[in-house]
């Protein structure tokens, strides 16, 4: 058990079937709200590639990534950052709030993937996050590299303040690579 961030593809975004993790009144309430911004509806779903599919999972703290996040971090970019529920690849000015209840929530939260792209390269930079980092997907993949010992290898052979906190660290590379990965599939992430 745990919390997991997923991508979503278009099955499972187009559908109406709740049972099945359907997102369709999260779909139609997002394009509503575009309507009403004057932007287009957000159409180009992709079908989940499993081969490169995000799935990660949020098991470390979180202290050291919250501390960075209020040193480097307006209030309101961090709820930009983090307090989303599903992120699409649209570029939103400001988060859209449904009242339709999500995995954890009462609401649904949504962001734009350049939005919190913008935010988590400047994390990266102040943690002197080493482009080197894997560009992970597939079942877990980042998750294994920081649990099963790989980061502390790589930690010891490129010293750095990212790797004074493997945890922060983490979290960084988490919101990095999301958004990079909704970007460069076409696809929304959301936790489950």
């Not at 098991?59 to 961090?78: H, I, K, N, V, W």
């Not at 339709?100 to 939260?109: F, H, K, M, P, R």
């Not at 930690?155 to 988490?174: H, I, K, M, S």
Request: some cysteine; overall charge negative; charged content about 20%.
């Amino acid at each position: 058990m745990g919390v997991y961030l997923v991508d979503v593809g278009a099955g499972e975004w187009l559908s109406e079937d709740t049972g099945e993790g359907g997102m369709g009144a999260i779909a139609k309430g997002l394009d509503a709200e575009l309507a009403r911004c004057g932007l287009p509806p957000y159409t180009s779903v992709a079908e989940r590639d499993f081969g490169s599919a995000f799935e990660e999972k949020l098991s470390p703290s979180m202290y050291g990534f919250d501390a960075l996040c209020r040193s480097q971090l307006t209030p309101a970019e961090r709820e930009m950052l983090g307090g989303w529920s599903v992120l699409v690849p649209v570029s939103l000015d400001e988060e859209i709030r449904l009242p339709i209840g999500s995995a954890y929530t009462d609401e649904t939260v949504i962001a734009g993937a350049p939005q919190v792209l913008a935010l988590a390269e400047r994390l990266a930079a102040a943690l002197e996050l080493p482009v080197e980092i894997p560009e992970m997907s597939g079942n877990l993949a980042l998750t294994f590299w920081l649990m099963e010992g790989e980061a502390e290898a790589f930690a010891a052979a490129n010293p750095g303040r990212w790797g004074e906190d493997l945890d922060t660290a983490f979290y960084v590379a988490l919101y990095l690579r999301a958004a990079q990965h909704a970007l460069r599939q076409g696809c929304p992430l959301t936790y489950s």
